[in-house]
């Protein structure tokens, strides 16, 4: 069972999950998405590390991530991150969580400049 979070809930999760470094942020978007609305450090949301990787090259690029690491799944609003999150916990991984609502409710709760489509 993967753990949904919404992002309002994410600085909290960021700052409980930094004993192995700075936890992930996995935007498993595609590049023009990545284009159209980016996820960046803000006053409301920092101590995170952005890796982006589109969902369909998740599965050969498994060896970028390290299982050990808290990783938190982003898309757009929230499916695809969920597929990628099962597939990390099925591969091994530990400490994964779904963002729910995916950018579109990052924008809404947490950083109004990023833009919507």
Request: charge should be negative; glycine fraction near 6%.
């Amino acid at each position: 069972m993967i753990d949904h979070i919404n992002p309002s809930a994410l600085p909290a999760w960021l700052s409980a999950n930094t004993t192995s470094g700075n936890p992930v942020v996995l935007d498993v978007r595609e590049p023009w998405e990545l284009q159209t609305a980016a996820v960046k450090p803000t006053d409301a949301i920092s101590g995170f590390t952005l890796i982006s990787i589109p969902m369909r090259d998740v599965p050969s690029r498994l060896g970028e991530l390290d299982a050990q690491q808290p990783i938190a799944c982003l898309c757009h609003h929230g499916a695809r991150s969920l597929q990628v999150a099962n597939f990390l916990v099925q591969n091994g991984f530990s400490n994964v969580v779904n963002i729910s609502g995916g950018i579109a409710s990052w924008a809404d709760e947490l950083d109004s400049t990023i833009a919507q489509y």
